[in-house]
T-cell receptor, first 114, second 118 residues
Framework: AQSVSQHNHHVILSEAASLELGCNYS??????LFWYVQYPGQHLQLLLK??????LVKGIKGFEAEFIKSKFSFNLRKPSVQWSDTAEYFC????????????FGAGTRLFVKA | GAVVSQHPSRVICKSGTSVKIECRSL??????MFWYRQFPKQSLMLMAT?????????EQGVEKDKFLINHASLTLSTLTVTSAHPEDSSFYIC??????????????FGPGTRLTVL
């Protein structure tokens, strides 16, 4: 069965610091990978996704993620965070073979200090 | 982008009553919709997968008689929490998969419904 683990539950950064949130999944086959963001009081929004091709994926708001197949990882990065990036970030995986179920990680709560 | 709405956004009900939550895809057709439950400070837990015109597929541990799902059209799925109890209080989120070859695996999420059972 698929599973997703996010290494950090809480992260506190100052503005302009660099961000990297870890995500590892367990599934032996083809996967589709996602990062979602949930701003306070708002619903989930898609940040970026990987289906195939270039393993370095660029998303909205300056975020990017790198798929490393050998490490079963899909870490999210941003070179310089802003106060407005304060939110909860979820990594998600679904099986590319048409399993259709998307499994979410536990989430990482990011707080950016102004 | 694709928009998914949920109604109501908040509902408070008495123990023993039933509550219906609607999920609509506003500008696309969704052959598949998903219902999640999110506990405070926790991740989303998939409850069931709903395919238009067929019975929903429930995840292990989710009572199908308690959480009735109906997906009668390509734009509407409903979740009915029957005989609600305080432990059913939670945040319920639906998502819809947009059917197109380039985005068949992208889900769009509704804003969620906060259910409080007294």
């Amino acid at each position: 069965a698929q599973s997703v683990s996010q290494h950090n539950h809480h992260v506190i950064l100052s503005e302009a610091a660099s961000l990297e949130l870890g995500c590892n999944y367990s599934y032996g086959g083809t996967v589709n990978l996602f990062w979602y963001v949930q701003y306070p009081g708002q619903h989930l929004q898609l940040l970026l996704k990987y289906f195939s091709g270039d393993p370095l994926v660029k998303g909205i708001k300056g975020f990017e993620a790198e798929f490393i197949k050998s490490k079963f990882s899909f870490n999210l990065r941003k070179p310089s965070v802003q106060w407005s990036d304060t939110a909860e970030y979820f990594c998600a995986v679904n099986a590319g073979t048409g399993g259709f179920k998307t499994i979410f990680g536990a989430g990482t709560r990011l707080f950016v200090k102004a | 982008g694709a928009v998914v709405s949920q109604h109501p956004s908040r509902v408070i009900c008495k123990s023993g009553t039933s509550v219906k939550i609607e999920c609509r895809s506003l500008d696309f057709q969704a052959t598949t919709m998903f219902w999640y439950r999110q506990f405070p400070k926790q991740s989303l837990m998939l409850m069931a997968t709903s395919n238009e015109g067929s019975k929903a597929t429930y995840e292990q541990g989710v009572e199908k008689d308690k959480f009735l799902i109906n997906h009668a059209s390509l734009t509407l799925s409903t979740l009915t929490v029957t005989s609600a109890h305080p432990e059913d209080s939670s945040f319920y989120i639906c998502s819809a998969r947009e059917w197109s070859s380039g985005s068949a695996d992208t889900q769009y999420f509704g804003p969620g419904t906060r259910l409080t059972v007294l």
